[in-house]
T-cell receptor, first 117, second 110 residues
Framework: ETGVTQSPTHLIKTRGQQVTLRCSSQ?????VSWYQQALGQGPQFIFQ???????GRGNFPPRFSGLQFPNYSSELNVNALELDDSALYLC????????????????FGPGTRLLVL | RKEVEQDPGPFNVPEGATVAFNCTYS??????FFWYRQDCRKEPKLLMS???SGNEDGRFTAQLNRASQYISLLIRDSKLSDSATYLC???????????FGGGTRVLVKP
């Protein structure tokens, strides 16, 4: 196991609602990345958090937002849910070394399966 | 053109056979490369990082061809338990973004 945990495991929401997903990173890791994986596709990068700030963002609208806490855990918030937001949401933790261009491997949590009706 | 592309398969492989498949990437500034394995309805799990010189881990061998911008994965002596979707991932520093391909499905049959 990677030591990355996510909650909840499953969630059902209706269109227009808001959702918060949570991720605890692996011990020793300081960076959390969030991905959306639709059925039959590869994970799509949403954003990354490092030092409690957004540190890179994919092609997702502003209604996808996040937070990182001092203990490196993170939340993904999605407002105004749409049917197409139904997917597996994965977080991945890694270690960023300040001043280094090297990027360490990302390890994934088990994901949260979101269904929007 | 997608940044990272994979043949979706499925590759139907007899048990004990060898299978190989590629992943192409479009951005020459890509820095790091990875293969992940994903079982049905589970999270991706790191299989191996891919280094310039190529690397091997047991029955799995990964190669990187920067000139042609692709990485490959070879599985020897396939086991039934190798049945999974294999995702390649490419990292470039700009945007701190790890980009995944759509995955290659491998089915190993007795």
């Amino acid at each position: 196991e990677t030591g990355v945990t996510q909650s909840p495991t499953h969630l059902i929401k209706t269109r227009g609602q808001q959702v918060t997903l949570r991720c605890s990173s692996q011990s020793g890791h300081n960076t959390v990345s969030w991905y959306q994986q639709a059925l039959g596709q590869g994970p799509q990068f949403i954003f990354q958090y490092y030092r409690e700030e957004e540190n890179g963002r994919g092609n997702f609208p502003p209604r996808f937002s996040g937070l990182q806490f001092p203990n490196y855990s993170s939340e993904l918030n999605v407002n105004a849910l749409e049917l197409d937001d139904s997917a597996l949401y994965l977080c991945a933790s890694s270690l960023t070394v300040a001043g280094s261009s090297r990027r360490e491997t990302q390890y994934f949590g088990p994901g949260t399966r979101l269904l929007v009706l | 053109r997608k940044e990272v592309e994979q043949d979706p398969g499925p590759f139907n492989v007899p048990e004990g056979a060898t299978v190989a498949f590629n992943c192409t990437y479009s951005n020459s500034a890509s820095q790091s490369f990875f293969w992940y394995r994903q079982d049905c309805r589970k999270e991706p799990k790191l299989l191996m990082s891919v280094y310039s010189s190529g690397n091997e881990d047991g029955r799995f061998t990964a190669q990187l061809n920067r000139a042609s911008q692709y990485i490959s994965l070879l599985i020897r002596d396939s086991k039934l338990s190798d049945s999974a979707t294999y995702l390649c991932a490419v990292f470039k520093a700009a945007g701190n973004k790890l980009t995944f391909g759509g995955g290659t499905r491998v089915l190993v049959k007795p």
